[in-house]
């Protein structure tokens, strides 16, 4: 070493952000949330950093870089004042916390990466829904399927789960393949979305296009008993028993995301979902709701 060269025994706050590969706004940080005891300050009363403040710092941003969260570092500092057994014991129940937290965070990106993989497979919106549902609706006309259309799958899974959306994706595999059905249908939409705000409950355009819809929505039952479709609802309902058997005796065509996800019911998650209906059109559907009861108790 060359003798003129006197090392420093205490170095300014820049200087010890340098050594360690920090900032000292990091520097600071630690020194608020009590991971670093904040130094003594010079004559300039400016804080100066010596060896074993550096040293800490080194082992703080190691820590930290294997993942650590600071607040396990200060706790491990706390409790180890010096690098004893004990210290080695401490860090390596953090250690085994944070491993377990890797392993959670590598499982959670392997299911991002397949979900990525999925939306440029199937296509963006529809690489989204669950696989349930995207796998009935593979062997569709490419552009066959609407916007509208997947924005129902995608509340329907969130109200019946994956298998009552992937059920309720053969009224759109109807639509989708018969065009003077969908025609209809957009016509009966239509009439339902003139009943607004203007039309009084009692208004005779109410019942008729109760009617109407009843009508409708026999037609669409009578096309996809024709084309089966009623039997392929058969076997994804099988084969989602076979996947969930614990949901077989629980009628998992109408579990809610409460109950898939821990999270809120049917019923409180549709007091969540904003739907602009007015009155003549809520009296319309309740009118639809009633014939369709009729018809059943009769049949």
């Known amino acids: 070493m060359d003798s003129t060269f006197i090392p420093p025994r205490q170095v300014k706050i820049g200087d010890a952000a340098a050594f360690v590969g920090v900032t000292p706004r990091t520097i600071r940080h630690y020194h608020e949330i009590g991971l670093l005891p904040e130094p003594e300050r010079g004559s300039d009363d400016r804080r100066r950093y010596g060896y074993d403040d550096i040293i800490r710092l080194l082992w703080i941003r190691k820590m930290a870089d294997a993942g650590i969260a600071l607040d396990d570092i200060r706790g491990a500092f706390a409790d180890t004042p010096s690098a004893d057994v004990d210290g080695d014991r401490g860090i390596a129940g953090i250690l085994e916390r944070l491993e377990e937290t ?38 569709l006309p ?25 059920i309720r994706a053969a ?4 639509l989708a393949t018969h065009p003077d059905l969908r025609a209809e249908s957009d016509r009966v939409e239509a009439a339902e979305e003139a009943l607004d705000d203007t039309v009084a409950v009692d208004d005779p355009r109410v019942a008729q296009m109760a009617a109407d819809r009843y009508a409708f929505e026999r037609a669409l039952e009578a096309v996809m008993e024709e084309s089966s479709l009623a039997e392929s609802d058969d ?40 739907l602009d209906l007015s009155p003549a059109r809520l009296r319309s559907m309740e009118l639809v709701a009633q014939t369709m009861s009729d018809a059943a108790e009769t049949s």
Not at 248 to 272: F, H, I, N
């Open 171 to 174: 009224r759109f595999i109807a």
């Open 235 to 274: 076997a994804i309902i099988d084969s989602w028993d076979a996947l969930h058997p614990a949901d077989a005796d629980e009628g998992a065509a109408c579990k809610s995301p409460g109950r898939e996800q821990g999270s809120m019911s049917v019923l409180e998650t549709l007091r969540q979902m904003p």
């Open 102 to 139: 890797l392993v959670a965070q590598e499982a959670e990106l392997r299911r991002q990466r397949a979900a990525v993989q999925r939306m440029r497979t199937e296509g963006s919106r529809m690489g989204l829904l669950s696989d349930f549902v995207t796998s009935r609706l593979k062997n």
């Open 142 to 166: 490419e552009g066959s399927l609407r916007q509208a259309d997947l924005d129902d799958l995608l509340v329907s899974e969130r109200l019946l789960s994956p298998l009552g959306a992937a």
